[in-house]
């Protein structure tokens, strides 16, 4: 595997550190709280406030802050002393304080309502150092058209789409162009999850309470959070990461993590067979008469396929129905099901019937689930994970990523003509994080020396059916962290808050507010059907 080390990262290399402790003394600071410029969507009232944190930790000769808003859903019956959990949503790159008002109602049943919910809209996003590489949304959409992360049916496509990475890149470097006017850091190098680690760790330091960590991330979140107690680990009070990215993945290898589609497929034909059983009122595509679940893959896999041969050139809105824009409709179906499935099976069934039937329905789903799935008009996600990765892992060529493109298109049979490309996101990227996470390094093995929570181990959390992060990535990393469980979800979609589970609520509850885990081992049934 070829080495990229350009001389114009040269610099940021130096500075990147793997620093135990924090170079700022905590600042003394208060938070205070007021009303938000944002309505509440809950039905309890929102307080909105902020912190300075240092704008770069790696340079202690700078006194430049930054300033991070903050949104607060108060516990319905607060403990005494207070014991607030903070929060990450994903992506990398979701809006924090927009999606904790939206479920705030649900995260205080789930917790048990005794804590004051918190998040912020980490780096990269919103008006924290917000993270794009264009000027506005079309101009995003023109670029992506034009250097697609295209649907890799052959190896033989890998150039072409490291090609598409690369233009890209040199778009987002364009865009943050080193200015010699001034002498702040560019934009990209300050939105690793380094960084962000350490911002958490300044909300807990100004919310004044114990000093210590409470917290819930989701996906990416979870990436998050294991960072932020290998980092900190006499910190930590209370985590639950939920919907697990494998961390040595995330950041020793191409692409978000190359394990995380390993339960794609079963959770494809697990959602296939629930509909067979569902049977015909309540599921369309069981009126099929299939005769198995495998049965009524193949239908409709046969139907995506019939794009390839055939694409279909659509008005109203303008588009072109293939092949992989049909797999990318069952894969966010997967990811997703909650409340969606119903609509998008009868549109399934109808166009077995008749292909051409209805095209415009198609696209309105497609443009539709990808509205709600989006994370906004910004590129953190690139930005951050792209900043975080290690130099041997930002390709220059089809050669240096080979290996991993091929092992995440192994991971899924059904979807990895379109999921493979996702491993070449990152080549040619110009920017490195200030501090770039290097831990998690190696497997973990029975020797691995563990990661010591201070008060309560880590809860990991994993649905059997998730198609983006496996059960597998939650045990693996609770190989990492001493005497952490792993809860698994007999269910549906992405993290615990896809589909409503009784169980889990009252483990939750119990851990936030004891500190006490399920038994090793464990498995909560969920209780919402998905037909
Ligand atoms: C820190 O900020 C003050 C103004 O707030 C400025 O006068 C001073 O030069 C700064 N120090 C450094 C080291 O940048
Ligand atoms: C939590 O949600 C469940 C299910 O929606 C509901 O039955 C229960 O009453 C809620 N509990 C509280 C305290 O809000
Ligand atoms: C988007 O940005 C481009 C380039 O700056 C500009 O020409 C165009 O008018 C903008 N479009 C919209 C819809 O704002
Ligand atoms: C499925 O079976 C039912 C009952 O035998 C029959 O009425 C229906 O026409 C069949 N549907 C298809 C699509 O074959
Ligand atoms: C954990 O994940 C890493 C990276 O995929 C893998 O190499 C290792 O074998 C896994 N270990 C266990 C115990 O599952
Ligand atoms: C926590 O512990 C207390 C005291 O043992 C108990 O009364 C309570 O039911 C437990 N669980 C929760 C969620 O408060």
Not at 165 to 184: G, I, K, M, Q, Y
Not at 227 to 233: C, Y
Not at 347 to 365: A, G, K, M, S
Not at 489 to 501: D, P
């Amino acid at each position: 595997m070829t080495l990229l080390r350009p001389l114009t990262v040269l610099c940021s290399l130096l500075a990147a550190t793997t620093l135990a402790k924090p170079l700022y003394k905590p600042r003394t600071q208060s938070i205070q709280w007021g009303p938000c410029d944002l309505p509440s969507l809950n039905t309890r009232p929102i307080e909105c406030g902020s912190i300075l944190v240092p704008l770069d930790y790696t340079n202690p000769f700078s006194n430049e802050t930054l300033k991070l808003a903050l949104i607060k859903s108060p516990a319905v019956v607060p403990l005494s002393p207070k014991k607030s959990i903070l929060f990450n949503f994903g992506g990398p790159g979701y809006e924090a304080m927009q999606t904790l008002n939206g479920i705030a109602d649900t995260l205080h049943n789930m917790t048990g309502g005794r804590h004051d919910l918190i998040a912020f809209d980490p780096r990269g996003t919103a008006n924290t150092l917000r993270f794009t590489c264009f000027a506005n949304q079309t101009e995003r959409t023109l670029a992506n058209a034009k250097y697609p992360l295209l649907a890799a049916s052959s190896e033989g496509d890998l150039t072409r789409i490291v090609a598409n990475s690369h233009a890209v890149s040199n778009l987002c470097a364009e865009a943050h162009a080193p200015n010699d006017l001034t002498t702040r850091p560019s934009i990209p190098t300050l939105i690793g999850t380094s960084f962000v680690a350490r911002d958490l760790m300044q909300v807990v330091d100004a919310l004044g309470e114990d000093g210590l960590l409470r917290f819930w991330g989701i996906s990416y979140g979870s990436l998050l959070g294991a960072t932020a107690a290998a980092m900190f680990p006499a910190r930590i009070s209370r985590l639950v990461l939920d919907g697990v990215v494998n961390a040595h993945n995330y950041y020793h290898h191409a692409g978000v993590d190359i394990t995380q589609l390993l339960s794609t497929d079963s959770a494809f034909r697990a959602i296939l067979a629930s509909c067979l059983s569902a049977g015909p009122s309540r599921c369309a595509l069981a009126s099929l008469n299939s005769t198995s679940a495998a049965d009524l893959e193949k239908t409709l896999l046969d139907l995506a396929e019939s794009f390839s041969r055939q694409p279909l050139v659509t008005s109203n809105p303008t588009g072109i129905i293939t092949k992989s824009l049909l797999l990318e409709l069952y894969f966010i179906i997967v990811k997703y099901p909650s409340g969606v499935i119903p609509t998008a099976f009868s549109l399934f069934y109808d166009l077995l019937q008749d292909r051409t039937d209805h095209p415009e329905r198609v696209n309105n789903l497609y443009n539709a689930l990808q509205g709600s799935v989006s994370t906004g008009d910004n590129d953190a996600l690139l930005g951050i994970l792209c900043a975080d990765k290690g130099y041997d892992k930002v390709a220059t060529s089809a050669d240096d990523i080979r290996e991993d493109f091929t092992a995440m298109r192994e991971t899924t049979a059904l979807f990895g003509d379109i999921a493979g490309a996702v491993v070449t996101m990152c080549a040619g990227w110009k920017f490195r994080a200030k501090e770039r996470f290097q831990g998690f390094a190696t497997d973990v093995t029975a020797t691995t020396k563990k990661i010591k929570t201070k008060e309560a181990a880590v809860l990991f959390v994993g649905n059997t059916y998730d198609p983006v992060t496996p059960v597998v990535s939650a045990k693996n990393m609770s190989g990492w962290f001493e005497g952490s469980v792993v809860l698994e979800r007999n269910g549906f979609g992405h993290a615990s808050i896809a589909q409503r589970s009784d169980c889990t609520t009252g483990i939750f509850r119990e851990y936030f507010v004891n500190g006490t885990l399920p038994r090793q081992g464990t498995v909560c049934e969920v209780d919402e059907s998905l037909f």
